[in-house]
């Protein structure tokens, strides 16, 4: 029988997590082996969306007549900075000794996008379940672990979290050039921050346009 390999998403849970699971070994600082499971982690996102440039080199040059970016797919690219984690945990879901995964990536959509961005760009076809935890208790994790559901259980949060980040990119990408463009200086937009910056200068204005 094969081992099951756990990806946390931080290296702070995923030694919980290994404690819990009798995992002490390592010949590496970016995983943790015992007897049934390996654990490992990423460390935030370590994979993203490419940008435009890395789509096509014409976009390399910020031109209005090119906006807006409406690619029918955006590939996925390894964060640089991170690539050796990467590496390792690509290495440990792909290996031949591996039977399935957990995905135990903190519970909500951005947990989920981040473990099904790896399991992806690292063409993995392993099964997974779905690890579904609040609390860093050996008490939690254990009944976490007693509870797993099959992976599928969270496609529809997966597709929530991926609709999330590409709406992040088509808004950034093509309205902070549009209005770099526009204004000739460097102007950043996001589909949150500039509502909610939008938000602390209005209130700002009533600040100072109060009369007493």
């Given at each position: ?85 990467y590496n390792i945990v690509k290495q440990l879901m792909n290996s031949e000794n591996t039977d399935s ?102 209130r700002r204005k009533e600040i100072e346009a109060f009369v007493p």
């Amino acid at each position: 029988m094969g081992q099951i390999v756990v990806i946390a998403e931080k290296p702070s849970v995923g030694k919980d997590i290994a404690r819990v699971l009798g995992c002490k070994n390592s010949s590496s600082k970016g995983y943790l082996s015992g007897d049934q499971y390996i654990v490992t982690w990423a460390v935030g996102h370590l994979v993203t969306l490419v940008e435009p440039d890395e789509l096509d080199e014409k976009y390399k040059k910020w031109n209005t007549a090119d906006l807006p970016i409406l690619p029918e797919r955006i590939p996925l690219k390894v964060i640089p900075s991170s690539k050796d984690q990467y590496n390792i945990v690509k290495q440990l879901m792909n290996s031949e000794n591996t039977d399935s995964l957990v995905c135990a990536t903190d519970a909500g959509r951005e947990g989920e996008l981040i473990f099904r961005y790896i399991y992806e760009k690292s063409g993995c076809k392993k099964p997974f379940q779905r690890l579904w935890i609040s609390s860093m208790t050996d008490e939690a994790i254990k009944e976490g672990f007693r509870k797993i559901q099959p992976g599928s259980n969270y496609n529809g949060l997966y597709q929530s979290a991926k609709c999330r980040s590409v709406a992040d990119w088509l808004v950034g990408m093509n309205a902070s050039r549009a209005f770099t463009l526009r204004y000739n200086t460097l102007l950043s937009v996001g589909r949150v921050q500039t509502p909610t910056l939008a938000l602390l200068v209005k209130r700002r204005k009533e600040i100072e346009a109060f009369v007493p």
